[in-house]
């Protein structure tokens, strides 16, 4: 786990949950492809659950 700063665990979160909304909407025309999950994993194993948790509950409120 990588310790971060208040700013840079926001930004951090940010970007992951638009690369989240980026992968669904570039996916869209392929079945049953989608990146998000594993983005959502990669976060928490690498910065934590808890940001792991916030980018996975960001990309699904915003994306649905």
Do not use: E
Not at 3 to 15: C, D
Not at 22 to 47: C, E, P, Q
């Amino acid at each position: 786990m990588i310790a971060l700063n208040q700013t840079k665990k926001i930004s951090v979160i940010v970007m992951m949950t638009a690369a989240c909304i980026g992968s669904n909407y570039a996916m869209l025309g392929v079945l049953n492809v989608k990146f998000m999950d594993v983005i959502v994993f990669i976060t928490g194993l690498a910065f934590g659950s808890s940001m792991g948790m916030a980018v996975g509950f960001l990309s699904w409120a915003i994306y649905g």
